[in-house]
Every structure is written in C-alpha cells, then in structure tokens.
C-alpha cells in the first residue's frame, strides 16, 4: 500500500505576530533551527516516503514561498485552495487529488508548523498508524501525553481498551474535547487518560471518502462534482467553483467527533505546535533569569522574558518582568506573556483602523 502524506500549509500564524505576516506567515519561517518549520516537516517526513507521496495544500499566495523553499517538490503536489475553508474541505480536496494519482493510499495528514523533536519515534509511530488503518473503518490519530494543563490545546479522551503494537500502546477514542480552562486541564493531566490533540492523523484515503460521505454529504457531493471535472479542459475553474461552496468546516468537528472507530497513539515525542510566542519557553535555550533572547539585546535587572530583535536594532531592557517584545522592520510588540494567545486582538484592531500594510 502506498503511503502519502498531505501537509495543511494555508494558515497565518497570526499570534505569532508581528513576525508572522500575511506575505510570510509562521510556517515558512525559521523558528526553532536554520530551517523553516514546513522544511523540517517535508525532511521529517522523507525518512518514511518519497517526497513524490508528499502534498501540500495552501492558497495562492503562498505557492510561489513553497517552490522556492522546497524546489525538489513535483510542483504538481502543491495543491491550492481557492479560498480558506478550515480543514474538512482543505483535507477532502487533497484526498480526491490522492485518490487519483495513488488510488490505494494511506494518508498522513498534518500541520505545517509543528516542531517534533523525537523525529526517530515520530516516524516508527507513524508506520504503527498506518498499520492500524489498514482497516477499512479505522481513523487513527497521535496523541500528546500531556506534561502540563494546557489551555490552548484539544484533549483527547482514551477508553480502556488498549492494544500494544511494537511495544507502543494504541488506545480507543471516547472523546475529543474542546479547549478547556485551566481547573479542567488539570483534572485531564491528572486523569492520565486525556492526550493533547496533536492534529496529525493517519487513514486510508477510501476510509476518509466514506466518511465524508457519510457525515458530511455537503462536502462530499461538492467532490464527486470536482471528480467529475478531472479530464475537462477547464478542470481548474470548475474546482475553484465548486470549491466556493464548501462549508467552513474543521475535520476534528464533521468528522473525528462523530466518526467510530477511532484510535489515538500516545507519544512522547518533543512535540509543540508553536501556537503563540510563549512556546519559545518550551523549545529555546533560556539564559540564568529564564529569558529566551534572540539579536542585539542589551538586559539588566530582566527576567522570564521573550525578546526578540529582527533588524539588527539594539533592544535594551532593564527591570521588567514575564514580557514579550519583539522588534521588526516596522513593528515593536510589547506585551506580557499571559496575553500572549490574544495577540490576534491587535491583529483585529489594524484591520478595523485599515491598517492592513501591517498585517
């Protein structure tokens, strides 16, 4: 069975601003390395499949960014959306593509900006995932055992039903749960059978059809009707088309929530999703006061700080305290980092003064 993998690279990494900008959001930059995060996910990847197995799905505007980062991608593996969707239509899309061209595939879909620093394990519990969705009816999934009570991540919850494959244990979903606040994460940590919804899954490209067809018949009669148009001179008009009617819909909420059987990996993994700038503090070297310091930085009296000079600029700070200031070109953010996840608030008042150039 051929394995591929389809990489969601169509977000704006918005509270990763004012580094992260609309012209060049999150994933294409370096964060953690010298390469940037949708490299290192492509490389990652290449030590299972071929880089021919290997799909992007992004919008226009960043094609142009993905073949100047990846020239050894097939340009035909870059698959656009006409317009963001979220990620049932985004998925759906790249299995009818899939289909075609390996009609009897497993899938591995996954974010774009994800560091993953265990790339060893990562790619052993993906051949177990495969192995376990070689069942017509099974969604796999990988999940992160929680080290602390995140409130910015989805929790899955395990039933007790447990299988160890490779010395790995795969358990049955009871549930995806949303968000929680923060006395809720602790009793998920605590429980030991709640995961962080790593947003990686793993499925037979036929397997996800049905279940688009089964609980969201919207989005898969819009599919059949772009399937149609595969051997038509206008095929790429009547996909932008037909994709300007699909819903805006999440795959975790049409489809793993409804879907059954599930079953979730638990990993240890070196996992983050790098959602906000706090995450620096899980995957930078910090200096003796708990800073993470990035360029010209000049600090007395600072501590538990994330600063960040992109220009060369000398940032100079003296007693201040849990702040995040980060310096461009044409923007100086300066906030504390309990804030951190509301950042897309200033991104809402730009636009709402028509400051646009700085988004």
């Not at 994933?27 to 010298?34: H, P, W, Y």
Request: proline content about 4%; glycine content about 6%.
């Amino acid at each position: 069975m051929t394995i591929t993998a389809v990489i969601m690279a169509g977000g704006k990494g918005e509270r990763f601003w004012p580094k992260s900008r609309t012209h060049l959001p999150k994933q294409f930059l370096n964060i953690s390395g010298n390469k940037s995060m949708i490299q290192q996910t492509v490389e990652r990847l290449e030590a299972l499949i071929n880089i021919s197995q290997i799909f992007i799905v992004t919008n226009e505007q960043y094609a142009e960014l993905i073949r100047g980062q990846l020239p050894h991608l097939p340009v035909e593996n870059i698959i656009i959306e006409p317009i963001g969707r979220n990620t049932a239509p985004c998925i759906g899309l790249a299995s009818i593509i899939i289909e075609e061209k390996f009609p009897d595939s497993t899938m591995i879909v996954l974010p774009s900006d994800h560091i993953i620093k265990n790339e060893e394990s990562f790619i052993h519990i993906l051949k177990i995932a495969v192995d376990v969705a070689r069942d017509d009816r099974n969604l796999v999934t990988l999940g992160i055992n929680p080290t602390y009570p995140e409130t910015g991540y989805g929790y899955i919850q395990s039933m007790n039903q447990i299988q160890i494959i490779n010395e790995f244990e795969v358990h049955k979903v009871s549930r995806f749960v949303e968000k929680p606040n923060l006395e809720t994460a602790q009793a998920y940590v605590e429980s030991g059978n709640f995961f962080w919804n790593s947003g990686i899954f793993v499925w037979k490209t036929s397997t996800i059809r049905k279940y688009f067809q089964e609980l969201l018949p919207q989005v898969h009669d819009i599919l059949e009707t772009m399937k149609q148009a595969f051997d038509l001179t206008n095929r790429e008009e009547i996909i932008k088309m037909e994709f300007l009617k699909m819903p805006d819909q999440s795959i975790d909420y049409g489809i793993m929530e409804k879907a059954s059987p599930i079953y979730v990996i638990p990993c240890k993994l070196g996992w983050d999703d790098v959602g906000s700038w706090t995450a620096l503090d899980r995957i930078s070297g910090r200096d003796e006061n708990g800073n993470v310091i990035r360029g010209k930085i000049l600090n007395i009296d600072t501590k538990r700080c994330i600063i960040e000079s992109n220009n060369g600029k000398l940032i100079a700070t003296l007693g201040i305290e849990d702040l995040i200031v980060v310096d461009t070109d044409d923007v100086t953010l300066i906030c504390t980092k309990d804030k951190a996840q509301e950042i897309k608030l200033l991104l809402k008042e730009l636009r709402s003064q028509n400051l646009h150039h700085y988004l």
